[in-house]
Each structure stands twice: as structure tokens, then as C-alpha cells.
């Protein structure tokens, strides 16, 4: 039975990643899909992941219809065999509907992937009618870590490197720590002592060091 399955997480958890990945494995099979994506850091239309991969998407806007542009998709006798709509917390709860409506009425697969909540551990809109309509819940096993070290599960919004709970929901960013305008993960301790990295001034974590024992 075709179902309709958000892949969530913190960021930098692999979430376009997996999607990229799940793009590959179908058309690798002959497959072709839809793309749908919203405000992707590479730009309009595109799809990417922090690794370096991108693959052209349909950039999805407030008002869109989904599912009528599937279908005209469909009806020029062009093919969609699954759908993937990724940075799913932006799109609208209608749009998030009628991504369910494709599975129910044309019986595709629809994977979306998207963080829950934003940076005040609020829902994002979209994200909460994902989790009311989703056949299944996969949260992602690659865990962001915090600065500290423990699992990152809150998204953090940063200026100059001092946490921020107030503002528009979305405001674009960037994951540098130099960033005027950043975004941080942290464990839910830090982010409710609004602790990051730099006020903390802790050294950020890296995958290219590893420790290494005295002769």
C-alpha cells in the first residue's frame, strides 16, 4: 500500500541527504519521480545536501497545489512514480494535504522530510500536520551532536553567536558558526539554558579529529 512517511530530525542530521539517497535508488530502478522543495540553501528549485550533492526540484510556494500539479503533471503523459517533498516543515498544512491526498487518490509513495520544530521548540505548522497524517513516523538513527557532546534534539537560532527566542519563524541562515544569522543544534539542557557553542566558549566538535592514545 502506498503511504505517505516523514523522515524527521534536528538539522545536520542527513534528513536532503537520505532523500538524495532515496532519489538515487529509485531511478536507478527505472523510476521517475517528483521533487518538491522549499527555500533549499542551494537556491530555488534545487535540492542539496551539506555533503555537496543537488538534483533539480520543483520549488514549492505558498499557494501552490500539489496534488493539481501532480496531476497536470500526469495528465501531459509524463511519469511520477513516487514523490519526495523535502524541507517539509515550510509548506503549508493545505499543502501537506494534499500531499496525502496523492497517496490516497493516485496511489503514490510520498516521502517528506523536514525538522519538526523551529527554533523556540515550536511545531512548525507543516511538520504538525505530518505528524497528524503520516502513515509512519521514521526519526532519523544520524545523530546532530550538541557542543557538549550529548545528542542534539532543539534547533537553535544564533546572532553572533548568542541564542534568540524571539522573531519570525522563518528567517534564512546559515549553519557557519561566523554567521551573522545562524542556526546551531543543542540538547534540550542548552537550549533551555540558552547556552551555544560560542557562549559557552567551547570548541566545536569535529568528525576530522579523533583521539588518539599516548605511546
Known sequence: MPELVFFS???DCGKSTLAL???HNRSARGLEGMIFTRDDRAGEGKLSSRLGLVTDAVEAPDGMDL???LVDHLSHGRRADYVIADEAQFLAPEQIDQLARVVDDLGLDVYAFGITTDFRSKLFPGSQRLVELA???????VEALCWCGA???HNARTIGGAMV????????GDVNPAAETGYEVLCRRHHRRRMTAASAHAAALSPDVLPVPPN
Do not use: K, S, W
Open 9 to 11: 530530525g534536528t538539522m
Open 165 to 172: 527566542v524571539e522573531g519570525a519563524q522563518v528567517v534564512v
Open 67 to 69: 496534488y493539481a500539479h
Open 135 to 141: 502513515d509512519r513516523i521514521e526519526v532519523l538513527q
Open 21 to 23: 539517497q532515496i532519489e
Open 151 to 153: 545528542r542534539a534534539t
